[in-house]
T-cell receptor
């Protein structure tokens, strides 16, 4: 069955380190998204991509970057981790732009100490 | 962006029907209304989507009045396993997903 997987499930890092979170989907979806979830804020969009070589900034993109070299993967990089980036990160994908449903991964719990 | 407002939390007994209402006063003409369910330590899961009137699937029903400024998710005969956070989303068709916003959701607690 098609799926979307994130790794690692849990990550602890130190302030200032570069961290990359992986997201891999086998749906063959063009659209992929990264969200962060914090108490009191729901899910907030970090970056998104509508296809290979396409990346766009979302609502809370400062301090994050993504790259899309193939259809299946959209890694999220924290250039210099900060304590404010401690959060749960979710990757999602969708088939089209026309309000199609999002398929989410199980999330990565990131702690920046 | 079409902002949504939902109750923060709700309690319900097992076997009852639960209705969660979402307000979205500035919904755009081409926007869909989508509901997601999220269990602890999991990503949100699509439940139902609609544009107007009523939509029903094997999990829930979605009621949308003519003015589309609100919507109601109806869960029939809830069980303990329906305890989760439910998100109402508006958008997706008006320029893509960068305009879809998740609110803080409604935390539903089902009581035995």
């Amino acid at each position: 069955d098609a799926e979307i997987t994130q790794s690692p499930r849990h990550k602890i890092t130190e302030t200032g380190r570069q961290v990359t979170l992986a997201c891999h989907q086998t749906w063959n979806h063009n659209n992929m998204f990264w969200y962060r979830q914090d108490l009191g804020h729901g899910l907030r969009l970090i970056h998104y991509s509508y296809g290979v070589q396409d990346t766009n900034k979302g609502e809370v993109s400062d301090g994050y970057s993504v790259s899309r070299s193939n259809t299946e993967d959209l890694p999220l990089t924290l250039e210099s981790a900060a304590s404010s980036q401690t959060s749960v990160y979710f990757c999602a994908s969708s088939e089209s732009l026309a309000g199609e449903k999002l398929f989410f991964g199980s999330g990565t719990q990131l702690s920046v100490l | 962006l079409a902002k949504t407002t939902q109750p923060i939390s709700m309690d319900s007994y097992e076997g009852q029907e639960v209705n969660i209402t979402c307000s979205h006063n500035n919904i755009a003409t081409n926007d869909y209304i989508t509901w997601y369910q999220q269990f602890p330590s999991q990503g949100p899961r699509f439940i139902i989507q609609g544009y107007k009137t009523k939509v029903t699937n094997e999990v829930a029903s979605l009621f949308i009045p003519a003015d589309r400024k609100s919507s109601t998710l109806s869960l029939p005969r809830v069980s303990l396993s329906d305890t989760a956070v439910y998100y109402c989303l508006v958008g997706g068709n008006s320029g893509g997903y960068q305009k879809v916003t998740f609110g803080t959701g409604t935390k539903l607690q089902v009581i035995p």
